[in-house]
């Protein structure tokens, strides 16, 4: 392995970006969704305006080993929070197609595509007028403009600006595909979002990825303002934004408004991560200033660990990339091994298995009610980032059998004083995974992990 630390963690990062053939087969997934809402059987057809994709698809920060999918439909009526429309369509889907596990939460549907996709549907009001093109950049800058001023007029700008914030969505896509050709921020953003599955922030936390996203966009541009592009000294700005005190995060950009337009009372809020289209949304708000102290923890753990790997480096030991990206807190300490009186993992299956190239990314089947999903999400960032991790790390390495380190390095993160014996793939357990990863030899394999929950 390569003693530059800085290259290392750039390699890792461009590996985590997805292959063409996972990016085509969203594509279709993103087709097929399109015909079933303009689907005359469904109810809303007619006042469908547009459906697009946004979130990390659409701004190419994506990682190839948790892919989701972010898909808003523009609605020509309707007000928030579009309960209605969102109940239809939950019915809709369920009774005109495969897709599992539909639940409505809050102001969006869920759902998982071909076993592996999981989807986020959003309605959001079009204010695109109907004698105007629906596509392109002129579409975009009506939606943006039009909307902006809804929420300008409105006698509540900071609520309306962030109910009304996925309306603004498509203009959100624009600033970071802009500031990721210029600034080269995409490399960071995956390898912020890898960080982000190793590390567990209990309940649910609305736009983690997006804030990993714009923080890394500032830590880009402070490197680069500095004349330097080092993959290292970027990563390590992230940290350190994060890794402060949590009052001192002060990140806006003046793209798409002007400094006067941010209220006086909005510029004095810490933490402030200030919607780069919205002035009146600042993203660390609510549930999210705690989250943001809890990850604050974390970022000074990775810091250190980051100066160790720089100093072994420096002395020519090898850098071990599975200790910088050391999940936190371990496994045992997650938070469903550890509450009193619930239902924990058990019985738990590792093996890895030859595989056939059909699987792209992970794949999750649980038996209804096993298992939370929060849970369900914490258990898939911890798993599936430390089987890529140690898959890629072992390869850079030059290791002779990948797999079975893959699967030995899982069996000890779950249980390190368990003495393990073959068993069954464990298909009747209450939750299984399938994880694919490539061996030394660039073959297929896929890693499963079952285990009931008692």
Known sequence: MSRDLASNLKHMADDLAPSDTLTSKVKRIID??????????????????????????????????????????????????????????????????????????????????????????LPARNMVPRNEESQGQRARKLQYDNMMRYIKNSPNPFDEGWKNSTGLSETAVEFVKRKNEKFHAGTLARLAKLWNKTVCVEEFHSGRSTIMEYISIRAAEIEQRNGRENTLKAFRRF???????????????????????????????????????????????????????????????TLGRLDEAECQALRGGDIDMIAIFQHQPSWMNLPLNSRPSAKKPRNFYVGV??????????????????????????????????????????????????????????????????????????????????????????????????????
């Open 32 to 121: 097929r969704l399109t015909l079933r809402l303009h689907d005359a059987r469904f109810k809303w057809h007619h006042l469908i305006n547009r459906a697009v994709p946004l979130g990390s698809f659409a701004k190419k920060t994506s990682l190839r080993i948790m892919m989701d999918l972010d898909l808003v439909v523009y609605l020509n009526e309707g007000e928030y929070p579009y309960e209605q429309f969102l109940n239809d369509l939950d019915d809709y889907l369920t009774m005109h197609d495969s897709y599992e596990d539909c639940v409505v939460r809050g102001i969006n549907l869920t759902f998982v595509a071909e076993g592996t996709l999981h989807v986020d549907l």
């Open 239 to 301: 940290l350190s934004i994060i890794g402060c005190q949590e009052e001192k995060i002060n990140i806006f950009w003046t793209d798409y408004y002007k400094d006067s337009e941010i209220d006086d009372r909005m510029k004095r809020t810490r933490p402030l991560l200030l919607d780069p289209t919205n002035p009146f949304n600042n993203i660390l708000r609510g549930k999210n200033k705690g989250y943001m102290e809890q990850m604050e923890k974390f970022a000074r753990v």
């Open 353 to 454: 298995h030859d595989g056939d190239g059909g699987l792209l990314m992970p794949k999750t089947v649980k038996k209804s009610g096993a298992l939370m999903d929060t849970d369900r999400e914490i258990v898939e960032s911890f798993l599936f980032s430390f089987t890529d991790i140690t898959a890629t790390s072992s390869k850079k390495k030059g290791e002779r059998n990948v797999a079975e380190r893959v699967q030995r390095d899982v069996q000890k993160m779950i249980a390190p004083d368990t003495s393990w014996s073959p068993g069954g793939e464990g298909s009747n357990k209450d939750a299984r995974m399938e994880i694919p990863f490539k061996d030394e030899n660039g073959r297929d394999k896929v890693l499963k992990v079952s285990f009931d929950m008692a």
